[in-house]
T-cell receptor, first 113, second 112 residues
Framework: DAGITQSPRHKVTETGTPVTLRCHQT?????MYWYRQDPGHGLRLIHY???????DKGEVSDGYSVSRSKTEDFLLTLESATSSQTSVYFC????????????FGPGTRLTVL | GENVEQHPSTLSVQEGDSAVIKCTYS??????FPWYKQELGKRPQLIID?????GEKKDQRIAVTLNKTAKHFSLHITETQPEDSAVYFC???????????FGAGTILRVKS
């Protein structure tokens, strides 16, 4: 499992509230990613990070922000949740060392009412 | 940017038959093509990948082929078993551990 955990695993919230999802890894991997998964769309990249305080946008970044103040934690924040952000969110890492295989965390199911 | 299309969206096969899933990509700079399997309620798991300097790669009952000229790659599963039933995703990337673009997925059902 490449030492990846996500919290919370399930969350129900109301429209307009802020939400923060956490991805934690234990093996000092440099690259970390946030994806959302929706039926018919596969996995779509929200934001990614290539080091502490180094982040960049993916293809569906609107409405999301990220922070990475420590190597092991990558936080995804929905500043004001909307129903369109109801989804399953996966964090991923690459192990580096000449490989670019991405390994995924267990996922967080977010429901915005 | 890169765009990946995956077909078919659903595939039903009889146990023991072969299954083929095809993907096309748009960016000729892409050079890394992984395939993931996702069981219901679980995380995507890498099953095989291929890089653009290789035309085919096999791992037991699973194989991937790549045609760089046509910009398409395919997953082949032989002697399918019920436990192969899952959603399969293809992806394309630039090979630098950066962004992957995923296809929309194929639901594979293996009937026993």
């Amino acid at each position: 499992d490449a030492g990846i955990t996500q919290s919370p695993r399930h969350k129900v919230t109301e429209t307009g509230t802020p939400v923060t999802l956490r991805c934690h890894q234990t093996e000092n991997h440099r690259y970390m990613y946030w994806y959302r998964q929706d039926p018919g769309h596969g996995l779509r990249l929200i934001h990614y990070s290539y080091g502490v305080k180094d982040t960049d946008k993916g293809e569906v970044s609107d409405g999301y922000s990220v922070s990475r103040s420590k190597t092991e934690d990558f936080l995804l924040t929905l500043e004001s949740a909307t129903s369109s952000q109801t989804s399953v969110y996966f964090c991923a890492i690459t192990t580096g060392q000449g490989t670019d295989t991405q390994y995924f965390g267990p996922g967080t199911r977010l429901t915005v009412l | 940017g890169e765009n990946v299309e995956q077909h078919p969206s659903t595939l039903s096969v009889q146990e023991g038959d072969s299954a083929v899933i095809k993907c096309t990509y748009s960016d000729s700079a892409s050079n890394y093509f992984p395939w993931y399997k996702q069981e219901l309620g679980k995380r995507p798991q890498l099953i095989i990948d291929i890089r653009s300097n290789v035309g085919e790669k096999k791992d037991q009952r699973i194989a991937v082929t790549l045609n760089k000229t046509a910009k398409h790659f395919s997953l082949h599963i032989t002697e399918t078993q019920p436990e192969d039933s899952a959603v399969y995703f293809c992806a394309a990337g630039d090979g630098y551990g950066n962004k992957l673009v995923f296809g929309a997925g194929t639901i594979l059902r293996v009937k026993s």
